[in-house]
């Protein structure tokens, strides 16, 4: 599929696919892609997927304008959109990016799903946590019931299957207050986590700015947060977020391999790095 797009008639075209700007936390990444596609000759198209241009019509756009390659980077891409159109004639290879990839045949490059988490439990687990949440973002994306899934499993190892399971409406700081307010809202004093697993750093952020702001309480004394992705203001003096760092450039370096044909298409799981700071 990629030898057919690159071999004949390229265009030196990618288009990048994100639909959801507001997480701060997915601007890293895409200048990382950005720079990397650039200086290798590559021109990107960036296309914003929202409520007037869905992905079926930037699919067709990609098309139209005759991309090399096209990289889904976002959350909510309907698979069954996207396969459909795929197996039409002339649709360019697709490419996802730090999410897991449900389309046949669409090679996605993420960060492990399992290693991480089994290091954050095992981490709290020696600090003495016992009383558990797990805060995800979109609950039905596959990344974030991996990352649910394997928080439960690891903590159930060490004795511990209970856990607390909040949900925020979207990937933002104010969605991840909402979240942490209404559990706090409704809970005992006596009877909340101690600890509490967010999805990403920007739902931890908005939890620590409630617990602490609206609360009260003392982080980690009363309640720890931990984060994901190692966002820039995560270990700000403000913050202190413990979180696990994406390899970043590496996983970007394997999306353009695939691109220019120098790599087997087959989906990349790529290891972290766990940064403990005074959240947890």
Known sequence: MLARSLATNTTGQVAVFIDDFSNAQKLPFLEALTEKLQAAGLVVMLININNHFDHANALLHADQRQVDAIVLFGTAFRDETLTDLQHSNGIPPMFVLACDSQIEGVPAVVCDAELPLREIVDHLHAKGYKRPGFMSG???LSTALRRRHHFTEFRAQKGITEIALLSAE??????????????????????????????NDILAIGALDEIRGKFGLRVPEEIAVVGFDNYELSGSFAYGLTTYEQPRNEMVDVILKMIKGTIELETVTLPGTLIVRKSA
């Open 138 to 140: 979109a609950a039905a």
């Open 170 to 199: 979207k990937y933002s700081a104010e969605a991840g207050a909402v979240s942490v307010r209404r559990y706090l809202s409704e809970t005992a004093a006596q009877d909340r986590v101690d600890v509490l697993m967010c999805e």
